[in-house]
């Protein structure tokens, strides 16, 4: 009886050790600029998906817009990596054909009009690895203003009339890129 108890002791310890050693992991703290993703149909329930984005989400906190996203300047559209969108199916961005995959999305912003740009590179972090040599698409598209102010930049998709929209919106700015099938 006091072998197995002894034993059953050892045991114990031993588990005490292990634990102790995988309650010590470190993790480090939020993302003050975190992650979203954004698909269309925007139904979780449905599989059968168009596109989806993994992206940033930024925030204003007091700096203005333009500070954050100067007009003629590229930008990787969010914040941390650019963002990486995925279309299942083959669409046209203005005339251009995208084949089904992962690309990255970046922008050029302007005062009246946002250039969009689709790159084949992904995992790419920020802009200062851009190439412009590996762009699929670009379509310059109208900015619009929004009645009310968004501190998070934030996209969503929606229908359009032959296809789907990337809505993207931050501060008063509203952008709206249009994918056809």
């Not at 009886?1 to 995988?22: E, L």
């Not at 989400?57 to 559209?77: F, I, M, N, V």
């Not at 920020?126 to 109208?142: H, I, M, Q």
């Amino acid at each position: 009886m006091k072998k197995t108890s002894i034993i059953a002791t050892m045991a114990f310890g031993m588990m005490m050790v292990c634990t102790s050693n995988a309650n010590a992991q470190k993790f480090p703290g939020l993302d003050k600029s975190p992650m979203d993703i954004a698909a269309y149909p925007n139904d979780y329930k449905d599989a059968n998906k168009t596109a989806r984005i993994i992206y940033g989400r930024p925030q204003l906190k007091g700096r203005a817009l333009s500070e954050l996203t100067p007009a003629g300047k590229l930008w990787r559209t969010g914040a941390n990596e650019a963002p990486e969108i995925t279309f299942y199916k083959d669409v046209k961005l203005g005339k251009t054909t995208i084949k089904a995959g992962s690309y990255s999305l970046f922008t050029i912003p302007e005062k009246d009009s946002y250039t969009i740009i689709i790159n084949k590179d992904i995992n790419v972090s920020g802009s200062s690895t851009y190439k412009e040599a590996n762009d699929v698409a670009r379509l310059k598209v109208p900015v619009t203003e929004g009645d009310e102010a968004l501190e998070a930049f934030s996209m969503v998709f929606t229908k359009g009339d032959t296809g789907i929209i990337l809505n993207l919106g931050w501060d008063k700015v509203r952008v709206a890129v249009p994918f056809t099938e």
